[in-house]
Antibody
């Protein structure tokens, strides 16, 4: 059974840093690209960042470029999101999500999601 | 960025009704459009991929259609369990974007 479990969320002051983790199990983590998607309270979904299977390429939305870093440890089946210079508008539930992979091609819709971890940026 | 506009924002229906939810893209996205269901305090669940392709384990009362800029999610014989928000997502271009969602309520 595929499982994604996020951790590391919490209350943080503006300008400070936070690092999220996502522990994956039930599939060959090193075969899959992975992503972070966030959802501000009572709002819609917003893609944040994606990393390909071996970590050699990463993609970010403009509003987090230069502040957030997505990374992975395939030996630990864990995805990370280092968030620096946090702003109030980063307040959201952060989901770890798995883009579909059919063994040959990657597709950018998400077939599994974690339960999410809440990040609140406030003084 | 491609903007996805979902309508209506909220839909109030009677169990047993058939409903249609709309998602319109600001630019043509072919069939690179996917639908998710999100129940309150839960993570999203994939319902439909590539505009109309069904997903294993999703009830057959969910179907979808469309291409280009206009897409529709249909729910036949709405059940109490369908109370959720529904989001569309485009993967035609980066950044992948989501619509703001349609919230389905029961009367």
């Amino acid at each position: 059974e595929v499982q994604l479990v996020e951790s590391g969320g919490g209350l943080v002051q503006p300008g400070r840093s936070l690092k999220l983790s996502c522990a994956a199990s039930g599939f060959t983590f090193s075969d899959y690209a992975m992503a972070w998607v966030r959802q501000a309270p009572k709002k819609g979904l917003e893609w944040v960042a994606t990393i390909i299977y071996d970590g050699s390429s990463t993609y970010y939305r403009d509003s987090v470029k230069g502040r957030f870093t997505i990374s992975r440890d395939n030996a630990k089946s864990t995805l990370y999101l280092q968030m620096d210079s946090l702003r109030s508008e980063d307040t959201a539930t952060y989901y770890c999500a798995r883009p579909w992979y059919d063994g040959t091609y990657y597709y950018w819709y998400f077939d599994f999601w974690g339960p999410g971890t809440m990040v609140t940026v406030s003084s | 960025d491609i903007v996805l506009t979902q309508s209506p924002t909220t839909l109030s229906v009677t169990p047993g009704e058939t409903v249609s939810l709309s998602c319109r893209a600001s630019h043509s996205i072919g069939t690179n459009l996917h639908w998710y269901q999100q129940k309150t305090n839960e993570s999203p669940r994939l319902l439909i991929k590539y505009a109309s392709q069904s997903i294993s384990g999703i009830p057959s009362r969910f179907s979808a259609s469309g291409s280009g800029t206009d897409f529709t999610l249909n729910i036949n014989n709405v059940e109490f369990d369908d109370v959720s928000s529904y989001f569309c997502q485009q993967t035609q271009s980066w950044p992948n974007t989501f619509g703001a969602g349609t919230k389905l309520e029961l009367k």
